[in-house]
């Protein structure tokens, strides 16, 4: 079985532009969660999707928005990119169960120039 | 407030010795605790988890980990480091919001 796949794996992008990562999770694999990772720091949440459904949200402005497809996809989108949103995106899937393992992706390095 | 603390930024250790990395928790409720490794550009490999049960978890790469909820712990730990063990590695917490709380991260150095 294939992990779990982010497109795109960099990113360069501007001040105030916005940009859509995408991730695809392992089969059988209903929840998605989004995580931002600033160098030097450990991930933060931003996200969690389940069944299509916003689970849990943390601490980030409305310019952080995603959304889960029927195939159980994601995609995070960010509108009016700071520099200070330069960071590994990452996502990682599981089942849905609580006590299930979350598995990573590779995770997407976005840059803002 | 739930969190999770990495006490150490790094940590050296001498190849074929024993290695500890630290982890100490503050969450509501049964904690669902987590060990994860990440290489260089790479994504979080999962190592090991506790939910329930015995509170030595045998994980992935010889790596164990003792929860002691008296000390709100979790430390990760192997017998005999190797060079290859050099990576970052982060613990983290599931609360009861199923949201997942990491620490900030230790850098495990393994000398020659």
């Known amino acids: 079985d294939a992990g779990v796949t982010q497109s795109p794996t960099h990113l360069i992008k501007t001040r105030g532009q916005h940009v859509t990562l995408r991730c695809s999770p392992i089969?059988?694999?209903?929840?998605v969660s989004w995580y931002q990772q600033v160098l030097g720091q450990g991930p933060q949440f931003i996200f969690q999707?389940?069944?299509?459904?916003?689970?849990g949200r943390g601490n980030f402005p409305d310019r952080f928005s995603a959304r889960q497809f029927p195939n159980y996809s994601s995609e995070l989108n960010v509108n009016a990119l700071l520099l200070g949103d330069s960071a590994l995106y990452l996502c990682?899937?599981?089942?849905?169960?609580?006590?299930?393992?979350?598995?990573f992706g590779p995770g997407t390095r976005l840059t803002v120039l | 407030a739930q969190s999770v603390a990495q006490p150490e930024d790094q940590v050296n250790v001498a190849e074929g010795n024993p290695l500890t990395v630290k982890c100490t928790y503050s969450?509501?409720?049964?904690?669902?605790l987590f060990w994860y490794v990440q290489y260089p550009n790479r994504g979080l490999q999962f190592l090991l988890k506790?939910?329930?049960?015995?509170?030595l978890v045998k994980g992935s790469y010889g790596f164990e980990a003792e929860f002691n909820k008296s000390q709100t712990s979790f430390h990760l730990k192997k017998p005999s480091a190797l060079v290859s063990d050099s990576a970052l590695y982060f613990c983290?917490?599931?609360?009861?919001?199923?949201?997942?709380?990491f620490g900030k991260g230790t850098r495990l150095h393994i000398l020659p």
């Open positions: 990682a899937t599981m089942t849905g169960v609580p006590t299930d393992t979350q598995y």
């Open positions: 089969s059988g694999h209903k929840s």
């Open positions: 999707y389940y069944e299509k459904e916003e689970r």
């Open positions: 969450v509501s409720g049964n904690p669902y």
């Open positions: 506790y939910i329930t049960g015995d509170n």
């Open positions: 983290a917490v599931r609360a009861l919001d199923d949201k997942i709380i």
